[in-house]
């Protein structure tokens, strides 16, 4: 881990937009991390990640990244190569890891492997067959690598399915069509290993939508979530247990959902958001970490992969 004064000496890149669906969102993101660490006294940039991604961070005098990029070229893997072939280090995940949370279809066969419940799947690529046995309806339609609840339906018959999958595919050519899970949605920050307060999510109109999650007053945040102790405990210990699986590293979000018996991991988020309703900032709060605390200590974790 970096220390302070040696980062201080450098110049911190966020990257943030992107060419993703969550574009918006990680330009709130960015600036609210860029703001943070101006605060804190470092020298920072900001660059809006485009195509001429190398070239911005070679005329911009980049010695460190903040990535702040979420989705597709920026949060799965590829934006951490090109670092690592610049050698400029950078926060969050390495690329293994990255690409792997960023597919779902890869998460859950990594959940598996592992031994951590997770709900049943099925997954079809555009133009081939489908791949495992379908769950039983209602089911959960998602594109495997897109974020933010894009392109995502419950669908509760064939007919609702064939028009889910039209929308998924319309962002993936690879879809996840998951067993829904009738229960409370958590999620369980991780940072550097350890795990933070659990979340429950309650969104107001009944399902956690882009809508909800980025309309402040749209959902309901109960922190810490109101479980068992025992089931509390077991929950942040899984997350950590998921967090070590994919090979995580600095932050990451994994989201669960909850049953009165049972708890089933849905995914693994290696850049989470930090905007003004943003779930990570909320529980670092909860254990005394300011905003700009956290934008920190996750700077420090910036390593150059080798």
């Known amino acids: 881990m970096m220390q302070r004064q040696e980062l201080k000496q450098k110049k911190i890149a966020v990257l943030m937009g992107g060419l993703s669906a969550e574009r918006d969102v990680s330009l709130r993101t960015g600036r609210a991390i860029s703001q943070a660490l101006a605060r804190c006294g470092y020298d ?6 485009g195509r001429d991604l190398a070239v911005q961070l070679q005329h911009s005098g980049a010695e460190v990244a903040f990535i702040a990029l979420h989705g597709r070229f920026g949060e799965d893997g590829t934006v ?10 950078y926060t969050g ?21 592992h031994g951590i419940a997770t709900p049943a799947f099925a997954f079809i690529r555009a133009d081939q067959e489908q791949q495992g046995a379908l769950p039983d309806y209602p089911l959960v339609v998602k594109p495997a690598r897109e974020g933010s609840t894009i392109g995502i339906s419950i669908v509760h018959n064939q007919e609702e399915l064939a028009a889910g999958l039209d929308e998924a595919f319309r962002h993936d050519d690879l879809v996840l069509l998951e067993q829904f899970i009738a229960g409370a949605e958590v999620t369980v920050g991780v940072l550097d290993g350890q795990p933070l307060p659990i979340i429950q999510v309650v969104p107001k109109g009944g399902f ?16 810490p979530a109101p479980l068992p102790e025992t089931m509390y405990r077991e929950l942040q210990d899984a997350a950590v ?34 905007t003004e309703t943003s779930l990570l900032p909320k529980a670092a709060g909860a254990v005394g970490m300011s905003f700009d605390e956290l934008v920190e200590r996750i700077l420090m974790g910036a390593a150059v992969r080798k």
Request: glycine share 8%; charged share 20%; with cysteine.
């Open 44 to 49: 920072v940039t900001d660059i809006d990640a």
């Open 80 to 89: 951490q190569g090109l670092l690592e072939m610049l050698g400029i280090p």
């Open 93 to 113: 995940s390495g690329v293994l890891a990255s690409s792997l949370a960023m597919d779902k279809v890869a998460t859950k066969k990594m959940l598996c492997y």
């Open 208 to 223: 956690y939508d882009y809508q909800a999650k980025y309309t402040p007053g749209h959902t309901e945040y109960l922190l």
């Open 241 to 274: 247990k998921v967090f070590e699986a994919i090979g995580c590293s600095g932050a990451a979000r994994v989201d669960f959902m909850v049953t009165d018996s049972a708890f089933y991991c849905l995914e693994v988020n290696t850049i989470p958001g930090m």
